[in-house]
């Protein structure tokens, strides 16, 4: 199918910045990007489409989600909001390990199910891309569930989705010893769902109340073994060296990164490691340390942003609001808050058919009812998507 959308401005995302495109067009055939420029240039197609001066990016990437869970934790969020710490909530039986049970008692029908919203939220504000963890199973069986649920949502709409295996997210309650735990993901679930198909990249909680820099590096050498790409979330409470340890073994990303010291800037700059920021976890855990933007940039560290969309940290669905998130908390630019959800992001998922309107790239296109690109980042609550292209449909 050959198609062109023309009569609008474009943001290619090519190169560094927005790529801007003021009298543009994209042209499309099977699937894939054949042009996109001015209009002047434009292959002549049989089916034309006449955008009325509408903007166009990227169809948007949202490359850091755990939105394949059951239950909910606003009990959890009533109760921080009386007072009770995170800890108080731990040991109440609350926080990650009370996702995990309603996960568990949940079947793979019903996850699909009660997943399939908030993945609608995402595609309603123009993502065509998306990366989903596990990491609320816990077991070999229940971690398969939440990643076969994942697979499934791919098929129910149009959207690519992206898995990543996050077994060791916590220490379920059948185990007492971390170390046994991560014995077990190496030795057992990791390599099974590998070998299913089930897993497109490795990441871990690398944290004082996760997993030790010595526990994420035994699960980032079985991934190597395997071929699959590794990710981690770092730096979010504390600074252990994670998002070092993680460019050590070429991470696609280090994710988070409050706490994020120089030392470890410079080592992402060297690997290419990409900072995942994530401003809705920020926002609603009322965290007051920011990450370190300015050396990032300092250091040509690539910045991508996403939802984080979970229940215990960041109950967002929200690609523009997340936006808007990291300008006003984080100061990005607006430049750095769309590339982040599209370019970058795509960059941070290793994606590299994604993320910009060029020549051979997927035709996933977002049309927005703007004047300006400003006002992706700048409204809170308003979705502007006037359509949005898969694979040029
Ligand atoms: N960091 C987070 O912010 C989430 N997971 C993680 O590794 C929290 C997940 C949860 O509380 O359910
Ligand atoms: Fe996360």
Same mark, same amino acid.
């Given at each position: 199918?050959?198609?062109?959308?023309?009569?609008?401005?474009?943001?290619?995302?090519?190169?560094?910045?927005?790529?801007?495109?003021?009298?543009?067009?994209?042209?499309?055939?099977?699937? $894939?990007?054949?042009?996109?420029?001015?209009?002047?240039?434009?292959?002549?197609?049989?089916?034309?489409?006449?955008?009325?001066?509408?903007?166009?990016?990227?169809?948007?990437?949202?490359?850091?989600?755990?939105?394949?869970?059951?239950?909910?934790?606003?009990?959890?969020?009533?109760?921080?909001?009386?007072?009770?710490?995170?800890?108080?909530? $731990?040991?109440?039986?609350?926080?990650?390990?009370?996702?995990?049970? /309603?996960?568990?008692?949940?079947?793979?029908?019903?996850?699909?199910?009660?997943?399939?919203?908030?993945?609608?939220?995402?595609?309603?504000?123009?993502?065509?891309?998306?990366?989903?963890?596990? *990491?609320?199973?816990?077991?070999?069986?229940?971690?398969?569930?939440?990643?076969?649920?994942?697979?499934?949502?791919?098929?129910?709409?149009?959207?690519? !989705?992206?898995?990543?295996?996050?077994?060791?997210?916590?220490?379920?309650?059948?185990?007492?010893?971390?170390?046994?735990?991560?014995?077990?993901?190496?030795?057992?679930?990791?390599?099974?769902?590998?070998?299913?198909?089930?897993?497109?990249?490795?990441? /871990?909680?690398?944290?004082?109340?996760?997993?030790?820099?010595?526990?994420?590096?035994?699960?980032?050498?079985?991934?190597?073994?395997? *071929?699959?790409?590794?990710?981690?979330?770092?730096?979010?409470?504390?600074?252990?060296?994670?998002? $070092?340890?993680?460019?050590?073994?070429?991470?696609?990303?280090?994710?988070?990164?409050?706490?994020?010291?120089? /030392?470890?800037?410079?080592?992402?700059?060297?690997?290419?490691?990409?900072?995942?920021?994530?401003?809705? $976890?920020?926002?609603?855990?009322?965290?007051?340390?920011?990450?370190? !933007?300015?050396?990032?940039?300092?250091?040509?560290?690539?910045?991508?942003?996403?939802?984080?969309?979970?229940?215990?940290?960041?109950?967002?669905?929200?690609?523009?609001?997340?936006?808007?998130?990291?300008?006003?908390?984080?100061?990005?630019?607006?430049?750095?808050?769309?590339?982040?959800?599209?370019?970058?992001?795509?960059?941070?998922?290793?994606?590299?058919?994604?993320?910009?309107?060029?020549?051979?790239?997927?035709?996933?296109?977002?049309?927005?009812?703007?004047?300006?690109?400003?006002?992706?980042?700048?409204?809170?609550?308003?979705?502007?998507?006037?359509?949005?292209?898969?694979?040029?449909?």
């Amino acid at each position: 199918m050959n198609r062109l959308w023309h009569n609008a401005r474009l943001m290619t995302l090519e190169g560094r910045g927005l790529g801007i495109v003021e009298d543009g067009a994209v042209a499309c055939e099977d699937g $894939a990007i054949t042009y996109a420029g001015p209009s002047a240039g434009a292959p002549k197609t049989a089916e034309r489409i006449d955008c009325q001066g509408r903007w166009i990016s990227p169809g948007l990437v949202d490359c850091h989600t755990h939105l394949v869970y059951a239950g909910n934790r606003a009990r959890e969020f009533e109760l921080r909001l009386a007072g009770a710490s995170y800890e108080e909530i $731990a040991r109440s039986g609350g926080g990650i390990v009370s996702t995990m049970k /309603a996960t568990r008692a949940a079947t793979e029908d019903e996850l699909v199910a009660t997943s399939l919203p908030r993945l609608d939220a995402l595609i309603a504000e123009g993502v065509t891309t998306v990366e989903i963890k596990s *990491g609320y199973g816990l077991s070999l069986t229940d971690e398969r569930k939440q990643l076969r649920a994942a697979r499934r949502l791919a098929d129910l709409r149009a959207v690519a !989705v992206t898995t990543t295996f996050l077994g060791a997210h916590a220490l379920p309650p059948e185990f007492a010893d971390r170390d046994a735990y991560v014995t077990h993901v190496c030795d057992t679930m990791l390599p099974a769902l590998a070998a299913e198909g089930l897993v497109d990249a490795v990441d /871990a909680f690398c944290e004082g109340i996760g997993f030790s820099p010595a526990q994420v590096a035994r699960v980032f050498e079985v991934a190597r073994t395997l *071929g699959l790409p590794v990710k981690l979330h770092a730096e979010q409470l504390s600074d252990l060296g994670g998002a $070092a340890l993680a460019a050590g073994h070429g991470a696609l990303s280090a994710d988070h990164l409050e706490y994020l010291d120089e /030392a470890g800037v410079a080592a992402m700059a060297a690997s290419g490691t990409v900072a995942v920021l994530l401003p809705g $976890a920020f926002y609603f855990t009322r965290e007051e340390k920011r990450p370190p !933007v300015e050396a990032l940039r300092a250091h040509g560290v690539p910045i991508a942003l996403a939802t984080d969309c979970n229940p215990g940290t960041s109950p967002l669905t929200s690609p523009l609001l997340a936006m808007n998130m990291a300008a006003t908390l984080f100061r990005l630019t607006v430049e750095e808050c769309i590339a982040g959800f599209t370019r970058e992001a795509a960059r941070a998922l290793g994606h590299s058919d994604v993320g910009t309107l060029e020549p051979g790239k997927a035709c996933d296109l977002a049309i927005w009812d703007i004047g300006q690109p400003a006002e992706l980042v700048y409204r809170m609550g308003f979705n502007p998507l006037h359509a949005r292209i898969r694979r040029g449909q």
